[in-house]
Every structure is written in C-alpha cells, then in structure tokens.
C-alpha cells in the first residue's frame, strides 16, 4: 500500500537557519519521535513511503532516515520502496539511500512543475518554501497514493487533507500534535471518529502505537488489483474487473491502463508494480500468452523483494496446469458467472490476511 506522509513541525515557525532548525527538534521531540515510529512500521509492514522533504523539521526526514533506515538494517534480504513527490527542481531527497543500501531501496523520484515561475519557489518575507509548490505536489502524489496520513504541519497539510477527500483517497489527520492537521482533523471529527480505530487519530501519543494508525490506514486504504489474462477472455476479465469495482476497488488492466503509442511492456510492468493484488485469470489460453507469462513473472519477481503485488491470485477457467512458478498458489474456481463472483467476493474478504 502506497502510505503518503505529509506534515512538518505543528504551525512551523522556524527558519532554516541551524539554530532554529535545532530548536525546533528540540521543541517537538514526541512529534518527531511518533514520525519516526510511523515511519518504521510502514516499513516492517512492507508499504512505500510516499513522501516529499527530507527537510528535517518534516514528517518526511523522521520517518524515512529515524524510522525505515534502521528497518532496512535489520532485514538487508528484504528490498524497501520510497516515492518522492515534490515541486521541480535539481534536488532529489534521499539520494543517498540509494549508495549506503543500493541493493535494499528503490525510490522512485517524481518532480513536476506547476506552471508558475521558480522565484517563487521561497517566501521572500519569511523564507520559508511556498506553500503553493507543496500543496500541487501534494496534489500529484495524492493521485498515486493508497492513503494519506497527516501530522502537525500548516496550511499546506491541512490542504492536503482536503484534496485527498475531494480526490477520492482516503485522509486520516492526526490531531494529537496540532497544527494543520488538527484543524483538518476538526473539520471531519464525527465522521473519523466513527472508523474502526479512529480514536488514535486523536488519542495522546503515550497511549497510541504507531502500528494503530499504520492498522487504521491499512484498513480504510483503497486495496488496487491488476488483473492479467488473454485477450480472448476479455468478458470474463470485466466481469472479474466489474466485481471488483463495484465492491469499491482500483482495477488496473492493459486495456484501461495503456495508450496507443507508448512503450506498452513497460506500462505494463509498472502497473503490476502498483498493484496490492495481482489476479491471474487462468485459462489453456493464458497458459499460451507470452504476455501473461512475463506479467506472472514479474509479479513473482516483486512480490519476491518485498515490493507490490504482496497477493497473487488464481482464478481458474478450465484444467490447464498452473504454471510451475505458481503450483503452490491458492486458486479459485471461476468457470461460470456465479463462480467468478464469488471468487472476487472471497479475494476481496481476505484481502486484511496478507
């Protein structure tokens, strides 16, 4: 699950200057301490870290360097994947992750430019970022986020809150350290408080885990599936794709995903990468589809290094042996319509179990 991090020092007031930065850490120790956590439990948990600064007054720095870091000591088999989202420019935070663990971390560096001059990148009265900036790249990663989680911050957190809610992506607002995110949170109280576990998005830290709120995120996260199969079996494909839909999932599949013109193996390749599940829709037909024998292998490949599809699926049309790589793989019967539904209803049921 892709868990976008967003927030800062609750209504930063500090410079850039060290002395202030220093302050600042100072101050808010239990707010960075709690980043931290919420960092290292996303990683053990296996979800990417979409997140923007490596600012060290941000959520960001103290949960990617505090939090994953000694998560990827640990475990150096297991490979880790950060999204880094932020305005354009030449700088690409937490590069160095990629020569002190080359072999354990991924990260993938997504830069856009909204459209206004660089100047205004800074405040010139404060010089502080422009909250402007932040908040488009905010918007963008926000379209490629499972969930977003916020934390202390100002007016650009608290506007994030907003955009994932109008976006359609799940936002949970930590009030416990205030800020941007408290007033977010303020605005929709009555309705988090009514989620499973909503209470730790207000509860004092001392009484709250990390594990809580990553928990509560995992279960109001938006599960998204990649389905492969022959084209020769594209009804049964939306049919499978309709189940899913309609039961409040994200489907990503060839023929929605991918335009004429553009390097279709490597969208192809991306979207399994962006995918909590991967359905195999198999059939004596698939079994002789080269593109689903690269799809298979690459969802084994990713799953294998600790990276999304965490779940692969078979659902079965006919007797044709599953491929070698997957003997041991649970499989569903799907022959007719009645099958295929309830197959979909039982992944859909276990989707908490992986």
């Known amino acids: 699950m892709r868990i976008h991090l967003v927030g800062s020092v609750p209504n930063n007031d500090y410079s850039r200057e060290e002395e202030d930065i220093e302050r ?10 709690a980043a931290a956590e919420i960092g290292r439990t996303c990683a053990e948990r296996g979800h990417t870290l979409v997140v923007g600064s490596d600012f060290r007054l941000t959520v ?3 949960a990617v360097l505090k939090g994953l870091v000694p998560v990827v000591e640990r475990y150096p088999e297991r490979t880790f994947h950060i999204e880094v989202w932020r305005p354009n420019d ?4 937490f590069e160095m992750l990629k020569v002190d663990y080359p072999e354990s971390v991924r990260i993938d560096h997504f830069m856009s430019s909204p459209g206004f001059p660089l100047q205004h990148r800074r405040n010139p009265h404060a010089g502080t970022v ?7 790249a905010h918007q963008s990663a926000l379209a490629n986020a499972d969930v977003l989680l916020a934390m202390g911050g100002t007016t650009g957190t608290e506007r994030s809150v907003h955009m994932a809610r109008e976006l359609g992506v799940p936002a949970l607002p930590v009030s416990t350290f205030g800020g941007g995110a408290a007033r977010a ?5 009555t309705e988090l408080m009514k989620l499973p576990g909503g209470h730790a998005l207000s509860a004092n830290w001392s009484g709250v885990r990390a594990l809580d709120l990553v928990s509560l995120a995992e279960r109001v996260g938006t599960h998204s599936y990649f389905i492969s199969y022959s084209h020769q079996h594209i009804e049964w494909c939306d049919l499978v794709h309709l189940g899913l839909y309609t039961r409040g999932r994200v489907v990503l599949r060839d023929r929605d995903e ?5 390097d279709v193996q490597s969208k192809l390749m991306n979207a399994i990468g962006k995918a909590e599940t991967f359905i195999l829709l198999w059939s004596k037909e698939a079994s002789e589809s080269k593109w689903c024998r690269r799809e298979i292998l690459k969802a084994i490949e990713l799953k294998n290094s600790g990276l999304p599809p965490r779940r692969i699926v078979m659902l079965r049309r006919d007797d044709t042996p599953p491929p070698d790589e997957l003997q041991d793989l649970l499989w569903l019967e799907a022959r007719t319509r009645s099958d295929t539904d309830s197959a979909v209803n039982r992944v859909v049921a276990e989707e908490s179990l992986h």
């Open 24 to 33: 600042g850490l100072r101050d808010h120790r239990d707010f960075f301490e």
């Open 60 to 62: 960001d720095h103290h």
């Open 258 to 262: 991918l335009t004429i013109g553009r």
């Open 185 to 189: 949170y303020r605005s929709f109280e």
């Open 130 to 136: 422009n909250t402007n900036l932040w908040t488009f």
């Open 90 to 93: 030449p700088k690409r935070p």
